[in-house]
């Protein structure tokens, strides 16, 4: 039942990813070719600005989750209530700050592009964008974590992403009918505010949460150590950016931006693999399972491991023609630079293959060992970007996010194997050889084998279907020869899955 949850759950993890990207890419050239730059460039700042919201909500997720599976295991409705109405007393403190917190924009920000807009017009805007934040917080990010900790990803997936769609659609209609601004966006509140609703209707009536009981905030006091980590990581996420600010040029940053958004994109490929099975890891250590623990965790590295070195291999072989498509047209500065492409590639790399440590170490709720990993990474992101930037530019201010990841992945993997499932570090270590040899086989393939010289995404995706093919093969022939026992497990219980999905859709 766990690995069918989990399966599903990631599978509809997929498929969220990607209706995000192509919405991601359709409404913002909608609002910038109907509104102007101007327009598109005041909804971002607005929207930017009301991302605060998640510094005081960090944390809360994990810690909620994590206090869930016990009682969930055991179907202690009272517990479950407890820690539903505690989490919810809180994120309704948090939002209460965030409409404060929004007013103040509101009544502030109009002065800084006063010589755009009239006050009122921005005002009203930065209200009307702020409504979906509000309702997601007030009414369903609680019962989204009760549902992420029952393994019911899968239900908040298909919402989101009709959320998502929903939001595209109206959007679209609304500028196609020739209303403003201010009414688009109060379109796209209206699809967002209803997913929050819908989930806090249905988990209510689904788990039948005690209206009564006595809030308890024991149950979530690791809060504060996950707040610092994803304070940290915020930091980090934003740390390049920060550095370049200071000491390069608007050119370097768009260069940056430009290779940052390609492998954002692909890490984005990886949330599924984290949000999909924690639950379920959640689980077992609530029940005590360690042998089923170790088994499951060698099968999830060897899923993460092969995606990983597939994705990443292609991703180093692709870049750059990629890029080159990409920024067709544009030669006021040179985007074509291989180090850089591949020093992202590898920060990413790292970022995404710490996600079997990262999620069991979260779904353990082993929050305040990790928190000093946290800084540190904060730590070597900062001075290594600092001291590089000035000989090394963009490159050197990558670099410091490559050591920085790499430093954390090794944490938690090595918390991972001492505290949690007991096993030595040549593992991990034989994993990321292997990976990184077939990394470097499938990155030089377009200079072994003559491949077409890609001029539009039409070619790009031919070469790069060929390359998936050849990377496929390699990881699957090494996983053989290295995993075999691992690799047949792992296709018996891919199997099994299916199979009880059939034999349930037939009944």
């Known amino acids: 039942m766990r690995a069918k949850k989990a399966l599903k759950n990631t599978i509809w993890g997929f498929v969220y990813e ?52 016990k009682p969930l295991h055991e179907k202690s409705i009272e517990q479950i209530s407890v820690i539903v109405k505690t989490t919810e007393s809180y994120l309704r403190r948090v939002v209460m700050i965030f409409a404060g917190i929004a007013l103040i924009i509101a009544c502030g920000y109009p002065f800084l592009v006063s010589s755009d807009f009239d006050w009122f017009f921005t ?28 393994q019911h990803q899968c239900l908040i997936h298909i919402v989101n992403a009709s959320k998502v769609i929903a939001n595209t659609v109206i959007s679209a209609l609304l500028i196609h009918m020739g209303f403003g601004i201010r009414m688009v966006k109060l379109g796209s509140a209206a699809a967002f505010v209803s997913a929050p609703l819908f989930i806090y209707f249905y ?77 379920a890891f959640g689980n077992m250590i609530a029940k005590n399972e360690n042998e089923l623990l170790k088994k499951n965790l060698r099968l999830y590295e060897q899923v993460v491991f092969m995606v990983s070195t597939i994705i990443f291999g292609v991703s180093a072989a692709v ?16 985007y074509i630079r291989p180090v850089l492409a591949y020093v992202f590639i590898g920060a990413t790399y790292f970022q995404a293959i710490r996600c079997p440590y990262f999620g069991i170490t979260q779904a353990a709720g082993h929050f305040k060992p990790m928190r000093n990993a946290a800084f540190i990474e904060v730590a070597i992101n900062i001075i290594i970007s600092v001291a590089l930037v000035f000989k090394f530019g963009i490159v050197g201010v990558v670099i410091g996010t490559l050591f920085a990841y790499l430093y954390r992945t090794i944490r938690y993997e090595r918390y991972l194997s001492r505290n949690i499932i007991p096993r030595g570090v040549m593992a991990f270590i034989k994993r990321v050889i292997l990976s990184l040899f077939c990394i470097l086989i499938i990155a030089v393939i377009p200079y072994v084998i003559p491949l077409l010289n890609a001029k539009n995404i039409f070619e790009w995706v031919s070469n790069a279907a060929f390359i998936s093919t050849i990377a496929l093969v390699l990881t699957v022939v090494v996983e053989l020869l290295f995993y ?24």
Do not use: H
């Open 18 to 69: 990607a209706v995000v990207i192509i919405c991601g890419f359709v409404l913002p050239r909608l609002v910038l070719t109907s509104f102007g730059s101007k327009y598109n460039g005041v909804t971002s700042a607005i929207t930017q600005f009301l991302q605060v919201i998640a510094l005081f909500q960090a944390g809360i997720g994990g810690v909620t989750r994590a206090a869930l599976y």
């Open 319 to 334: 870049i750059l023609p990629f890029v080159s498509i990409y920024v067709k047209g544009v030669s006021d500065v040179n």
């Open 203 to 279: 988990t209510r009536r689904k788990f039948k949460i005690l209206p009564n009981v006595k809030k308890d905030y024991s149950v979530i006091k690791q809060r504060w150590d996950n707040f610092g980590m994803q304070t940290a990581d915020f930091v980090t996420r934003n740390t390049d950016l920060v550095v370049l600010s200071f000491f390069s040029n608007v050119y370097e940053i768009s260069v940056y931006t430009v290779y940052n958004l390609i492998t954002s994109g692909i890490f984005a490929l990886f949330n599924p693999f984290v949000n999909g099975v924690s639950a």
């Open 484 to 507: 075999r026992s691992d690799l047949t497990e792992l296709v018996k219980m891919s199997k099994g899955v299916f199979k009880k999905r059939a034999s349930s859709s037939d009944s």
């Open 123 to 150: 005002a009203s805007l930065v209200l009307i964008m702020s409504l979906s934040t509000f309702a997601q917080y007030f009414f369903g990010q609680t019962y989204q974590f009760l549902l992420q900790a029952d």
